[in-house]
């Protein structure tokens, strides 16, 4: 049984230990809830807990060392010939073993992969069984004795409390130590970059061409790493969408909030947040096969040099992509502004437009600022338009009809392909995810600073 069914079969027996831990609380009063200390609801749920936590702690625990000891188990059944190899042969002679078992079979296994391939297999299953098995019965004798429990006088509702408050501060404790190990990540590797890169190279240099060969004897052993044509893209893509995206999305939010009947209100939002779903390779494609012949045809038509892939191409089509999240996020502020500041503005003579941007917006403008860095920030780190749309190609230029490419693209196509990863065109892409890291935080710090000083609060 996977790991997926035999959870699914925990959560039913959880429902069952729900039902069972309600019905019981309610029989020991005789259908008298105020003789019980808690609700009926709660008895059950504490059942639930009892029932479910254990045992998915077992999957959870199991699912993470089963892998290991498997291995373990098939290196300690290997030859002798076998078992003395090199960690790297071994790790490769296990890989090997891994395609063999899962259907990838390599090219002319030898029979000591096909043994242990076998074994491998054998013990996998045998893993699974005994899984589901510990897992059911866990289960199962947590649900007996928690029912045992189950008096007039239990505390459920704090007890049921108390635990989900725990798995509430274990889920934000998983997402802090992830952003904490993620930067971590980054820094170690950056700083092995800037040991064989210098960082003021990297920060300030005008060239960038990052092919090195893999072996020393090959053409172009050495890279060129300054990243300011890699910056200057991102910026220049950014900047055209946000010239798309910000009066689009801003004239948009104060139609629907301000001018617009509820009825098409709630037709016209949610249409407009719909361009939000939209997979990003979707719009690469309109991108690159609508939007860049277009405008290569218009340039042409008027003595213009434009390349097939433009940043013009890329950063309109992302523009269009961003209007959601600008007129969203402002809509949401304008509607915030009371509607006491505009009942006075009236009162005073303001007509409609007047009174929008004279009472409404200046009371929403930090709201408004906030989202459109909150913006900045997701074009900054769009990769999929500017790969179809924009190009590859680094090239340090103002010009928006000239091919360009940006920081996460860079960093897409850095870590595809056969590299060494401590080569330095490797090591260059958590460099420049660094760098793309800070710049985003900043803009988000800013975002929340300004928000946080200029914002209105009113009674």
Not at 188 to 213: H, K, N
Not at 404 to 413: D, E, M, N
Request: hydrophobic fraction near 55%; proline fraction near 4%; aromatic fraction near 8%.
């Amino acid at each position: 049984m996977s790991g997926l069914l035999l959870a699914g079969c925990i959560a039913i027996l959880a429902l069952v230990g729900f039902w069972l831990g309600r019905n019981r609380a309610m029989a020991l009063v005789d259908g008298n809830i105020r003789n019980l200390h808690s609700l009926p609801g709660y008895y059950g749920a504490y059942l639930a807990l009892w029932c479910a936590l254990p045992a998915l702690m077992l999957v959870v625990i199991w699912s993470i060392l089963d892998g290991t000891v498997i291995e373990n188990l098939v290196i300690a059944g290997l030859p002798d010939s076998l078992a003395t190899q090199s960690l790297d042969q071994r790790s490769l002679f296990l890989s090997s073993v891994r395609n063999a078992v899962s259907g990838n079979i390599v090219s002319n296994p030898t029979p000591d992969i096909l043994a242990a391939a076998t074994h491998y297999a054998a013990l996998q299953s045998l893993s699974h069984w005994v899984l589901t098995a510990a897992g059911l019965a866990l289960a199962a004798a947590g649900l007996m004795i928690a029912r045992r429990m189950i008096v007039p006088t239990l505390r459920s509702r704090e007890t049921v409390e108390k635990v989900i408050m725990v798995i509430m501060i274990a889920a934000s404790g998983v997402a802090v130590l992830t952003t904490i190990g993620i930067v971590l990540s980054l820094l170690f590797e950056a700083s092995r970059f800037f040991a064989i890169v210098p960082i003021t190279d990297f920060l300030f240099g005008l060239e960038w061409s990052p092919q090195t060969a893999i072996r020393a004897d090959q053409v172009g052993s050495s890279g060129a790493f300054g990243a300011v044509p890699v910056f200057a893209g991102t910026i220049l893509i950014t900047i055209i969408a946000m010239v798309v995206a910000v009066p689009i999305g801003l004239f948009s939010a104060i139609y629907l909030s301000e001018y617009a009947s509820p009825s098409l209100r709630g037709v016209a939002k949610p249409l407009l947040e719909i361009l939000a779903g939209i997979p990003t390779v979707v719009y690469g494609f309109f991108a690159a096969l609508t939007i860049a012949p277009l405008i290569r045809g218009w340039g042409e038509g008027l003595g213009l040099d434009v390349s097939s892939e433009s940043a013009l191409a890329a950063g309109l089509v992302m523009g269009v992509m961003i209007i959601p999240f600008v007129s969203s996020l402002s809509d949401d502020a304008i509607s915030a502004v009371p509607g006491a500041l505009r009942d006075g503005s009236y009162a005073l003579g303001a007509t409609k437009s007047e009174t929008v941007t004279r009472v409404v917006l200046p009371a929403a403008l930090p709201g408004i600022f906030g989202a459109v860095l909150l913006a900045v920030s997701r074009a900054i780190g769009e990769t999929m338009i500017v790969v179809m749309a924009a190009g590859l190609a680094a090239n340090l230029t103002a010009n928006p009809f000239a091919a360009v490419t940006t920081v996460t693209v860079q960093i897409a196509t850095i870590l595809v392909g056969d590299q060494e990863f401590d080569s330095a065109k490797t090591l260059s892409a958590f460099a420049l995810g660094l760098v793309l890291f800070c710049a985003t935080l900043m803009l988000n710090i800013v975002a929340l600073l300004v928000v946080r000083k200029y914002r209105e609060k009113y009674d």
